[in-house]
């Protein structure tokens, strides 16, 4: 409390608006003010709010889960889809509340009201108005709603924009806190979420208690993959076992790039590339100090081997020129062969599109690279659920009680009566059945595969493609290839909010800006060196200093 | 224009306020109910700038966030993006200082020139018609002539040429924005100076034609000094706006462009304040720049009537 | 500062109102010299060419909207010549229910601003017309203080949302109701309004309001056509203010934030086929599609517009701008 008194040095800054003049007097009143409660999970606060974990009775898939380091495992993979889908749940969940709910979309956005959204109405028993909102702007929209508090009564924040939408805080204030209707043995009442892994569950917890409900969790949280046109790459006679540094991949640049037919070997790879020179994704921890990912050499060698990338001709010019939105549009028509993305590329939707541009399209990714080519290849891995939906705290117990019922019908396993239902929507009017397996009708390609309802709560990641069985081969086989890989790096799934300028440090805008313009090649690798020298002296040593005594001081690293 | 003045009350001498009251209500409520939207939409967020030296926190409201003095300020001057901003506002002000600033000079006096009248309505109501156009649709129209998918490269794409798509390239993007302002607004731009060249007596260009001035001589001893003051006085302004070159135009292409380029002070208050929920952060940036807005117009008005002009106000 | 107040009260205005501008000269006066001939084409090449710079693209975007799936393949994107016309764009258009209800948003906000905002202007316009009336001054000097000093973006924000206008229809248009310039504009008219005929009705015993509906209103059509044109014009452009106040609420927005998504952005519209995760931008609506949105959102200028060009070429604005 006196801390926040000293900081009142507005007045004494002798700044003479008016109107701070005239709120003096209030200031004395309302000594609260905002608070930040900062910091991370206590492990024992943790243990007492995370939910039970109850494996439910799942299908057996066809490619069986390989287990690696670290808790990680393959995710299930399937061929074939059940002819007749099992219920979990009996009757519509519902009461007939109705609800709001907002989930970012990439893609197209069904029609309000479609038939989809009214036919997921009547099975869930709510009146649920879906707004799904552009995915791209997803991270300036919510904060409007959070200023105007407005907040839906249900609402996914993907975990990587926490620092953006302070979402410990808001988490606090203004989301529903689910332990005392999810913690431990209560989570049983609602089994397909008991059945949702408990790593998962721990990135939707604050303060020491339950706020989030995880979507799309996995027990292969991948870092993102170097992708390949498998298909081309292979009338090139190359393969992934070719392929096990960085200079080998250099290599391929002159070898696949043929800037006269308009292909070229690269687009931007380095977000999924730069761990493999051995560089940490944030942070490593050395003799217990804290080591910033910017600080160390190998971030350095891993950005001098992007500049020159850049710089070597190997890189499609609209790469270079930073127009990320038609990557995919250079993949499908082979005007690049090698493309970082994320795992979640790697699907039906994508093969239907390669294929729709390229008959043969088939899409590779490479393993793991090290940097010597030799060591034992390292993936860190990310959050076991990136996507988190909240309950806005204005709801009544029974209302809560009424949504987490509707969250149990959509968290239901692969090849469920519900899991059909939420992802394939009705048959006969959004899909058809050909040869055993869900195809989307256009009704059904309109407004149910733009994933929506999955945003709010969906079981774990299994591989399944219907329709295109190559893909679940080829994802599966990687996965089963890079799964020992991974490892966690520090504060791993640790929550942790902190105040708004450390934040702001922790995003270090202007030195990520730079190293954007290196791997492009428009500045050197000694300017990002002089970015990060400014901001090592101001901001990333107050990230450093904080992250030590809030974090890892009294939480350690996780790990 | 006395009579104009004097119309109603003749009387010189100062009534009782009461009375003038009396007289002057329906007048007065009738003003009321834009003062009232003023108050509420212009006056109040004033007061909301003390957000500036606040931790706001939109959770907790203006009255209970954390005061921190200038700690706002203090960060702000030392973010190289907010440099990086202001760097991309004052280029471009220059930018469109030079090159757009005398097109609707040159306009208007070309279009002067033009006898028909019927073909100079015409050429004027199409020169107007841009400047309703919104900045959406104006840079849709850019798009889909200058864009990657646009006819200029569907034309070289057809003949061989490269492609350049300078609706991405940050390295001309100053020109680009600057071009698509001549290309919106240069048209509206002339209607001041038309009428300032309207206003300029006819006979002083008979009676210096008949001392043997030319065309040029005219436009240079007649012409020009008439526009003087027009001129000036909308220097002044620009000036004075030296800060704000757009808000629309540049958040619809940043995502295109890139921040780098892209960025100006409004769009730095909207995406590092608004959108990454550091309000006060933004606030601050808008304060600082409303002050040095205030400053530069002054300092413009000042520079007018060193000059003899009358600029925004007078002495 | 109290000078700024007789913006559109000084010699100039005056000129520009009163007397005509040398509209009427259309024959080259006697004492200029005749034209050389390299001048005229000079002049007429840069006339044609700045008129072609407006044009042509409106007439592009036009024809490809008209354009048959197989003209908009045999050009490779934009139609220039007309080849194979059809208006099948504009039924899939109008079929769309999110254009249709984007049309019917804009109409509504631009018809009910448009009303608000010259119902308040008006009346403060000539509220502060009468010389001399009490308080007028004063009153003045706070619209005019907003020209050139303002909370800025972030405080109004808060104001809005703090009013709870978050997802409201109000936030669209009362933050931008009124405009300073446009109400000073109409004072400067309506000072000039003649001086006996408003005495005769005082005569007659009218008061303010009567006085401002049938002398004042009827002597200025032209001006107030004017504003209301810029006026509307605000309310039929504005997107921003969506993006800030009603982002998700699809159904709420008007049509220039749909052309933003949809056609600027690419997005695919609600209702088209998904094309994937993250891929959007390959498999857009059909050019012409988007093109016809393009020209909806140009429809209404372009009906309003003739009725009102004229008066903005008579120089009824150039007195209040000069100021």
């Not at chain 1, 989030?212 to 046109?229: D, E, K, L, Q």
């Not at chain 1, 939906?389 to 019922?405: G, M, T």
């Not at chain 2, 757009?100 to 020169?127: G, H, K, T, Y």
Request: aromatic share 10%; charged share 15%; hydrophobic share 45%.
């Amino acid at each position: 409390m006196t801390t926040e008194l000293n900081r009142r040095r507005f007045l004494s800054a002798g700044a003479s608006i008016a109107g701070a003049v005239a709120m003096a007097p209030l200031l004395s009143a309302c000594g609260g003010g905002s608070h930040q409660k900062t910091g991370a999970n206590t492990s024992s606060g943790l243990k007492a709010a995370l939910p039970a974990f109850l494996s439910s009775t799942a299908l057996t898939p066809d490619i069986a889960s390989v287990t690696g380091g670290a808790d990680a495992a393959t995710d299930p993979g399937f061929l074939s889809y059940p002819a007749a889908p099992a219920a979990t749940v009996s009757g519509p969940p519902g009461k007939g509340g109705s609800y709001t709910a907002v989930t970012p979309l990439w893609g197209t956005v069904p029609q309000p009201g479609n038939s989809f959204y009214q036919a997921m109405n009547k099975a869930l028993g709510v009146n649920l108005t879906m707004k799904p909102a552009d995915g791209n702007n997803y991270h300036t929209i919510v904060p409007t709603m959070t200023a105007a508090k407005k907040l839906p009564d249900w609402i996914n924040l993907p975990a990587w924009w926490n620092p953006n939408f302070n979402t410990g805080e808001l988490a606090r204030t203004q989301f529903a806190d689910l332990t005392p209707h999810l913690s431990g043995d209560n989570v049983k009442k609602y089994p397909n979420l008991a059945a949702l892994p408990t790593g998962a569950w721990q990135t939707g917890v604050w303060g020491d208690k339950l706020y989030g409900i995880p979507c799309f969790a996995t027990t292969f949280p991948g870092p993102g993959g170097v992708f390949h046109r498998r298909d081309l790459l292979e009338s090139h006679g190359i393969t992934n076992a070719q392929v096990k540094s960085p200079a080998d991949l250099m290599n391929l640049g002159k070898e696949l790039t043929d800037a006269k037919r308009g292909v070229w070997a690269f687009d931007d790879v380095w977000t999924y590339l730069y761990p493999s020179f051995g560089a940490p994704v944030k942070w490593k921890v050395d003799n217990g100090k804290l080591v910033h990912l910017f600080e160390t050499q190998e971030f350095l060698e891993a950005l001098d081997w992007h500049y020159r990338l850049a710089t070597s001709g190997y890189m499609h010019p609209d790469a270079l020129a930073g127009d990320g939105a038609n990557q995919g549009t250079r993949f499908y028509a082979g005007k690049v062969l090698i493309a970082g993305g994320g795992l979640g590329a790697w699907n039906l939707a994508d093969y239907q599109s390669g294929v729709a541009a390229d008959p043969n399209y088939r899409r590779g990714a490479f393993d793991i690279l090290t940097a010597d080519g030799k060591s034992t290849p390292v993936a860190y891995m990310g959050a076991p659920s990136s996507m988190i939906s909240y309950l806005n705290a204005d709801l009544k117990p029974d209302q809560i009680a009424e949504l987490l019922a509707v969250a149990n019908y959509l968290a239901a396993p692969y090849g469920s009566a519900e899991y059909t239902m939420t992802n394939f929507g009705v048959e006969g009017v959004h899909h058809n059945r050909v040869n055993g397996v869900p195809t989307f009708t256009d009704e059904g390609k309109k407004n149910v595969q733009a994933t929506t309802f999955p945003f709010l709560s969906s079981s774990s990641s299994v591989i399944s493609n219907p329709g295109g069985d190559v893909v679940t081969k080829d994802y599966s086989a990687w996965q089963a290839a890079n799964v020992k890989a991974l490892v966690k790096p520090p504060f791993w799934a640790m929550n942790y909010s902190m105040p708004q300028d450390i934040a702001t440090a922790e995003a270090a805008q202007a030195v990520n800006d730079t190293i954007i313009d290196c791997y492009h090649g428009k500045k050197k690798v000694s300017d990002v060196q002089a970015a990060v020298s400014t901001w090592k002296s101001g901001q990333g040593a107050r990230l450093k200093r904080w992250m030590t005594e809030n974090v890892l001081d009294k939480y350690g690293a996780g790990q | 224009m006395s009579t104009a003045r004097s119309e109603r009350r003749a009387s010189p001498t100062r009534l009782s306020r009461r009375i003038r009251l009396r007289r002057d209500k329906s007048l007065l409520l009738m003003t009321i109910p834009a003062v009232v939207l003023l108050l509420v939409f212009n006056y109040a967020p004033l007061f909301g700038l003390v957000t500036a030296f606040q931790s706001y926190d939109p959770l907790v409201g203006v009255w209970h966030s954390d005061w921190v003095g200038l700690d706002q300020f203090q960060a702000l001057f030392g973010d190289p993006l907010f440099w990086e901003s202001m760097k991309n506002t004052l280029y471009l002000s220059c930018v469109q200082l030079v090159l757009f600033f005398p097109i609707p000079i040159a306009l208007a006096l070309l279009l002067n020139s033009v006898l028909s009248e019927r073909m100079r309505n015409f050429i004027q109501s199409v020169l107007y018609l841009p400047h309703f156009f919104s900045w959406v649709l104006a840079l849709t129209i850019f798009q889909q002539m200058l864009g990657g998918a646009g006819l200029l490269n569907q034309f070289l794409r057809q003949h061989g040429i490269g492609t350049w798509d300078i609706m991405t390239d940050p390295h001309t993007f100053a020109l680009l924005v600057t071009s698509q302002a001549i290309w919106k607004e240069a048209g509206w731009g002339i209607i001041v100076f038309l009428a300032a060249l309207s206003a300029i007596n006819t006979e002083l260009y008979e009676a210096a034609a008949a001392d043997g001035a030319g065309r040029w001589r005219r436009m240079w001893h007649i012409t020009l000094p008439g526009l003087r003051g027009v001129v000036m006085l909308m220097l002044v302004l620009r000036l004075g706006n030296a800060l704000s070159v757009g808000f629309e135009q540049f958040l619809i292409q940043r995502t295109a462009v890139g921040h780098d380029a892209a960025d100006v002070l409004d769009t730095f208050s909207f995406y590092y304040g608004i959108a990454a929920g550091n309000y006060s952060y933004g606030a601050a940036a808008g304060l600082f720049k409303s002050l040095v807005s205030l400053l530069l117009l002054w300092g413009a008005n000042r520079l007018a009537h060193a000059f003899g002009e009358d600029g925004l106000y007078r002495k | 500062m109290t000078n700024t107040l007789s913006i559109g009260r000084g010699k100039r205005t005056r000129n520009a109102v009163t007397a005509p501008p040398r509209s009427a000269r259309t024959a080259r006066p006697p004492w200029q010299e005749p034209p050389t001939t390299i001048g005229q084409a000079a002049k007429g090449l840069t006339l044609g060419g700045v008129l072609a710079v407006v044009l042509v693209p409106l007439w592009i975007i036009v024809v490809t909207s008209f354009s048959t799936p197989g003209a908009v393949n045999r050009a490779g994107g934009m139609v220039i010549w007309p080849d194979g016309l059809t208006v099948e764009a504009y039924r899939a258009m109008l079929d769309n229910p999110t254009v249709l209800t984007a049309l019917l948003v804009s109409l509504g906000i631009t018809g009910v601003g448009t009303a608000v905002s010259m119902v308040v202007s008006i009346l403060c316009a000539y509220g502060l017309s009468r010389p001399r009336s009490l308080g007028h001054r004063f009153i003045l000097l706070l619209l005019v203080v907003t020209m050139f000093v303002g909370g800025g973006l972030i405080p109004t924000f808060l104001v809005v949302t703090g009013l709870g206008g978050y997802d409201q229809w109000w936030a669209l248009i009362l933050p931008s109701a009124v405009s300073v310039f446009n109400i000073l504009v109409l004072r400067a008219f309506y000072s000039e309004t003649s001086a006996e005929l408003i005495d005769a009705a005082r005569m007659d015993g009218a008061g303010d309001w009567r006085i401002l509906w049938s002398v004042v209103l009827p002597t200025s059509r032209a001006v107030t056509a004017v504003i209301a044109l810029f006026y509307g014009v605000g309310y039929w452009n504005s997107f921003f203010n969506v993006m800030l106040y009603m982002p998700t609420d699809s159904q709420k927005w008007p049509l220039q934030y749909v052309l933003l998504t949809y056609v600027n952005r690419g997005n695919g519209m609600p209702g088209s086929v998904n094309s994937g995760f993250g891929s959007t931008h390959a498999q857009t609506a059909p050019l012409s599609l988007q093109m016809a949105v393009v020209v909806l959102t140009l429809v209404p200028l372009v009906v309003v517009y003739p009725f009102i060009q004229k008066h903005l070429r008579t120089g009824v604005l150039t007195g209040a701008i000069k100021g």
